[in-house]
Structure formats: structure tokens, C-alpha cells
Nanobody, 125 residues
């Protein structure tokens, strides 16, 4: 069984950077990894998705500020978040799944079978 454990997050001021980490363990290699976020009352949305060829799609709202990377040796997926803004405030989730999950644009990431626990990121002055 694939397990994802998320760390990072916290409360920061606007303009500050944070890095989230997601350790992927167990089960078989997952060809698609992603970060999602969710605010109260809203559907979980994809922030960034990356396939095994490192083809990446970022949400327009985070392009140029967020960077996903994957350390395949240690099976860690990172989300570097720079120039954080108040509207980045959300609970962030790491997800992993088969290759097609990166391209299916499923509602709220329904095609991702494996999820980490969420971590809260709060950006406020």
C-alpha cells in the first residue's frame, strides 16, 4: 500500500517562502504526483501535477512562484512555494497515482488513489 506523509506548512507573512515535502513509501512506483489545495467550502483544486517524465502543469495562479520537484532516490516530492500571497492560504495535500491521473483533470483529483494528510498553509500580514 502506498503511503504519503506530508511535512512543512505553517503561518507566514506575504512574500515569504515555504517548502512542503511529501515522502512516498510502499507499494509500486506511482507515475504521477501532484499537490492539491483546498479552502473551506471549496472543491480541492490541483496546484501542480507532474508525470514520470517530469512534464509539469501548474495552475495559473501559482505559475512562476511554485516549483514541484521529485527526488526519486528518496521518493520525496517537494513543493517550493515562493512569494506566498494571502490567497495561497489553504490546506495542501500531496497525491500520487497512475500516469493518466496527471491528464484526466478529474474533479478534485478523483483519479489519484493515494493521498497524504493535509498540511495547513496560512499567509497573512
Amino acid at each position: 500500500q502506498v503511503q504519503l506523509v506530508v511535512s512543512g506548512g505553517g503561518s507566514v507573512h506575504p512574500g515569504v517562502s515555504l517548502r512542503l515535502s511529501c515522502v512516498v513509501s510502499g507499494g509500486t512506483y506511482q507515475a504521477c504526483v501532484a499537490w492539491f489545495r483546498q479552502t473551506p467550502g471549496n472543491v480541492r483544486e490541483a496546484v501542480v501535477e507532474m508525470d514520470k517524465y517530469e512534464r509539469i502543469r501548474y495552475a495559473d495562479s501559482v505559475k512562476g512562484r511554485f516549483t514541484i520537484s521529485r527526488d526519486n532516490n528518496r521518493e520525496i516530492v517537494y513543493l517550493q512555494m515562493d512569494s506566498l500571497q494571502p490567497n495561497d492560504t489553504a490546506k495542501y495535500y500531496c497525491a500520487a497515482g497512475p500516469y493518466f491521473a496527471c491528464y484526466s483533470r478529474s474533479q478534485a483529483g478523483a483519479d489519484y488513489p493515494f493521498w497524504g494528510q493535509g498540511t495547513q498553509v496560512t499567509v497573512s500580514s
